[in-house]
């Protein structure tokens, strides 16, 4: 099992930058695949960003080129650098790990379903 805790979150202007970090404890996070995931009020939660137990990312559309995933082994943690922010951004970001680790290292995964642990989430505003 693994217990993960975002930071980072706050309030920046359009086109402005974050990065918010997930620390897990309990096993490694090289063990677990690890998505990024955001929910604005009223609406369902999104998938951001994911990172595969081999190390390959994945992104949602609306966020390529702006956004980028990264795990490091060594601090047991995973970040999500956001640049070039927009107002309908606004959301609470959470992260989440994947516990069955059947399939591919290589395999990344999009959907709130494939994931067994999240965060508590942090809250990201966007200020126009």
């Known amino acids: 099992q693994v217990q993960l805790v975002e930071s980072g979150g706050g309030l920046v202007q359009t086109g402005g930058s974050l990065r918010l970090s997930c620390a897990a404890s309990?096993?490694?996070?090289?063990?677990?695949?690890m998505g990024w995931f955001r929910q604005a009020p009223g609406e369902e939660r999104e998938f951001v960003a994911a990172i595969s137990r081999s190390g390959s990312t994945y992104y949602a559309d609306s966020v390529q080129g702006r956004f980028n995933a990264s795990r490091d082994n060594a601090k047991n943690t995973v970040y999500l650098q956001m640049n070039r922010l927009k107002p309908e951004e606004t959301a609470v970001y959470y992260c989440?790990?994947?516990?069955?680790?059947?399939?591919?290292?290589?395999?990344?995964?999009?959907?709130?379903?494939?994931?067994?642990?999240w965060g508590q989430g942090t809250q990201v505003t966007v200020s126009s």
């Open positions: 989440a790990a994947r516990g069955r680790t059947y399939g591919s290292i290589s395999y990344v995964y999009t959907s709130s379903n494939d994931y067994d642990y």
């Open positions: 309990g096993r490694t996070v090289s063990s677990y695949a």
